[in-house]
């Protein structure tokens, strides 16, 4: 290992893991980021990187050259992407966007929008599907 590398900041990992812990992620879903973020840590050290965890930028950097240098399958990719993205807002925000709970699908657009729900609803798509159509359609109106 380099003794030039500086890596700081990195126990904002363990804050991240805690602040999802409390807000209900099941321990699957905190061992997936937490392997993840590790991945990515070990990669700062053996690259010889000086990486901020506290600093956006720095973050972004790393990650962008980590999956530059690395080969996942899609699945892995998927998840260290998920993974990723939810360090870089905490980095960024000190916490993340709350989950989506309500859904305005006002106007026109919303209307459409709801009737394709009805649709999928007389066709007993699952409830599942159902919220996944509504949060999706949500954010695209919003």
Sequence with gaps: MNKNIKIQGWK?????SSYLEKRGSTSKTLKSHNKNWQRLYDYAQKEGLSVDFQSINSVRKLISQYL????LSATDLRSALNSFKILKEFVLNGKLKERCQTFDFSGPIGAKMLDLISEKETQHVSQTTIRIYKTNLSRFLD
């Design 12 to 16: 904002i990992t363990e804050q991240l």
């Design 68 to 71: 530059l240098s690395v080969t």
